[in-house]
């Protein structure tokens, strides 16, 4: 199969319309149609159901979509990837969430600068579903995510940090003064207890704001509580589930620069002591 015709084929599969797919790609029908019937025959297989007034996928055709949907993501993240290596001043592009480096990051920056292989560390905050989305496109070379809460297929990963769980509160919230919780103690609680409720919600400033309100109690990485608001209070939960905290990087990258922030992250992680307590809900 050539890229073009995957092409083709996905603008249809993703319209089910062979006129609206036909004026997205820039091209008449009669020649997207003729496309779509050659890829059929060469697979031997049909792809669109066109029995009834509206064509719809068959299964063969759905399968076709989600592999095409990966093949035409890596033909572009390669381009990208190429495109990022040929430039003068090679550059690493890490990616992460406000806080989300498990307070590691200023130590990992001052020590890979003295390493050999190091070159210019590019920083990238962004939301929760962006970082690895911005693996898979090409745009950014290492990130740090939270497992098991996050996708790491087709990545390859290195944890750094066990993480415990604190309960986000306003002050004036009856368990803010806790020296710590349990979640059968939030459970009870009036306040819906995110991200079991919620989970939707993945901007950090809307989860606070809705915290401060009352509107939620937030559990979240014990990180969390190094870069909170004045207005709310952190509290231990002593059960939660763990969350670890990796750096992630795509399968099979071969990079001196990438290797080296790699082994160094490992080795300044490895020189700080264990959580206090265990317990995580989700990474924000």
């Known amino acids: 199969m050539e890229t073009r015709e995957l092409t083709y084929f996905a603008a249809v599969a993703e319209e089910l319309h062979f006129g609206r797919a036909a004026a997205r790609l820039g091209i008449a029908q009669p020649p997207l149609s003729r496309a779509i019937q050659k890829l059929e025959r060469r697979l031997g297989v049909t792809l669109f159901d066109r029995s009834g007034r509206r064509i719809a996928l068959t299964p063969a055709g759905e399968v076709l979509a989600r ?96 993480e415990g769980s604190v309960a986000i509160l306003p002050p004036g919230h009856r368990l803010a003064e806790r020296p710590f919780v349990r979640l059968a103690d939030l459970a009870d609680d009036p306040a819906p207890c995110w991200p079991g409720e919620h989970p939707d919600i993945s901007d950090p400033a809307t989860l606070m704001q809705l915290v401060a309100l009352g509107r939620l109690i937030a559990v979240a990485p014990e990180s969390v509580s190094d870069h909170l608001r004045r207005d709310l209070v952190a509290v231990p939960v002593l059960d939660g589930a763990p969350t670890t905290v990796v750096l992630a990087w795509p399968e099979g990258t071969r990079s001196r620069a990438l290797a080296a922030f790699v082994h160094t992250a490992a080795t300044v992680a490895a020189q700080h002591p264990a959580a206090a307590f265990t317990g995580s809900q989700k990474a924000w």
């Open 67 to 162: 592999e095409a949907a990966k093949i035409l993501d890596a033909v572009a993240a390669a381009a990208v990837r190429t495109q990022r290596a040929g430039r003068a001043e090679p550059r690493l592009v890490v990616v992460l969430k406000a806080g989300g480096d498990g307070g590691l990051l200023p130590e990992i920056l001052a020590a890979y600068r003295a390493h050999p292989d190091a070159v210019e560390v590019e920083l990238v905050l962004c939301a929760v579903t962006e970082r690895a989305r911005m693996l898979r496109d090409g745009r950014a070379d290492v990130a740090f995510l939270h497992s098991p809460y996050e996708d790491l297929t087709g990545f390859d990963s290195e944890p750094l940090r066990v």
